[in-house]
Antibody, heavy 119, light 111 residues
Framework: EVQLVESGGGLVQPGGSLRLSCAAS????????MSWVRQAPGKGLEWVAN????????YYVDSVKGRFTISRDNAKNSLYLQMNSLRAEDTAVYYC????????????WGQGTLVTVSS | QSALTQPASVSGSPGQSITISCTGT?????????VSWYQQHPGKAPKLMIY???NRPSGVSNRFSGSKSGNTASLTISGLQAEDEADYYC???????????FGTGTKVTVL
């Protein structure tokens, strides 16, 4: 059974930093692209970033470029999102998701972790 | 890149069929057969219901079906059941700078 478990969310002040983690199990982590998708309170879904199997390619939505960094550790079956210079508009539930990029679908999602940016 | 356009809400009685539309452009929905649909119950993670326009993942009821015509994709739920009450989002590959674009979301209410 595919399982994705996020952690690391919380309350942070504007301009602050936070690092999200995602522990994957139930599939061969190193064989898949992985994505982060977020959902602001009461709003829709927004793709944030994804990373290739070996970490050699990374892509970001424009609004987080230069502030967020996606990374992975295949030895630990883990995905990360380093978030710097956080803004109020980054407040959202952040989902870790398995990304089948060859058919352009995010097929399994974690339960999400809430990031709140507020003073 | 703007979000794909979905109706805010759709409702139906148990046993009826409903259809949710998802309108994009030739740079996303119309240009590729990479449209997906997700079901999201309150406080829960999205669940994949349809991928590549009309394919159902293992375990998803055949009451859910997808199609596409031009720049508009559609999700049809037949034999509507109380458990189908949820938010539904479409998604498409896009040739713009972001890789995936999602729809605005549709709240399905079972009357």
């Amino acid at each position: 059974e595919v399982q994705l478990v996020e952690s690391g969310g919380g309350l942070v002040q504007p301009g602050g930093s936070l690092r999200l983690s995602c522990a994957a199990s139930g599939f061969t982590f190193s064989s898949y692209w992985m994505s982060w998708v977020r959902q602001a309170p009461g709003k829709g879904l927004e793709w944030v970033a994804n990373i290739k199997q070996d970490g050699s390619e990374k892509y970001y939505v424009d609004s987080v470029k230069g502030r967020f960094t996606i990374s992975r550790d295949n030895a630990k079956n883990s995905l990360y999102l380093q978030m710097n210079s956080l803004r109020a508009e980054d407040t959202a539930v952040y989902y870790c998701a398995r990304d089948q990029r060859d058919i352009a679908v995010v097929d399994y999602w974690g339960q999400g972790t809430l990031v709140t940016v507020s003073s | 890149q703007s979000a794909l356009t979905q109706p805010a809400s759709v409702s139906g009685s148990p046993g009826q069929s409903i259809t949710i539309s998802c309108t994009g452009t030739s740079s996303d929905v119309g240009g590729y057969n990479y449209v997906s649909w997700y079901q999201q119950h309150p406080g829960k993670a999205p669940k994949l219901m349809i991928y590549e326009v009309s394919n159902r993942p293992s375990g998803v009821s055949n009451r859910f079906s997808g199609s596409k015509s031009g720049n508009t994709a559609s999700l049809t739920i037949s034999g509507l059941q109380a458990e189908d009450e949820a938010d539904y989002y479409c998604s498409s590959y896009t040739s713009s700078s972001i890789f995936y674009v999602f729809g605005t979301g549709t709240k399905v209410t079972v009357l």
